[in-house]
Nanobody, 120 residues
Framework: VQLQASGGGLVQPGGSLRLSCAAS????????MGWYRQAPGKERELVAR???????TSANSVMGRFTISRDNAKNTVYLQMNSLKPDDTGVYYC???????????????WGRGTQVTVSS
């Protein structure tokens, strides 16, 4: 299973970015999908997560500004980030829980990460 993330970049405070992460390979079904981020000198933290039945969870720091969504037909998860702040700067990683053909248990896969920098 491979994850391809895109959409990071440099943006001014108050701006917007949209991250995408597409999964491909030996996929029978996808369970939860999520985004995590890691700022310099800090631990990786959950940003937002969406389950297979579209229940979402978001970190308090991004609630009302970030929206997670998924397109099951494309095996893709999105993160729409609005009203970005300098504290949102970091490397964003997608995490997708997959059940592959030949297995009955789920396995979590990580994308390589995409840099988001919020600065004037």
């Amino acid at each position: 299973v491979q994850l391809q993330a895109s959409g990071g970049g440099l943006v001014q405070p108050g701006g917007s970015l949209r991250l995408s992460c597409a999964a491909s390979g030996n996929i029978r079904s996808i369970d939860a999908m999520g985004w995590y981020r890691q700022a310099p000198g800090k631990e990786r933290e959950l940003v937002a997560r969406i389950t297979s039945d579209d229940r979402t969870t978001s970190a308090n720091s991004v609630m009302g500004r970030f929206t997670i969504s998924r397109d099951n037909a494309k095996n893709t998860v999105y993160l729409q980030m609005n009203s970005l702040k300098p504290d949102d700067t970091g490397v964003y990683y997608c995490n997708i829980v997959v059940i592959t053909y030949g297995r009955t248990w789920p396995t979590a896969y990580w994308g390589r990460g995409t840099q988001v920098t919020v600065s004037s």
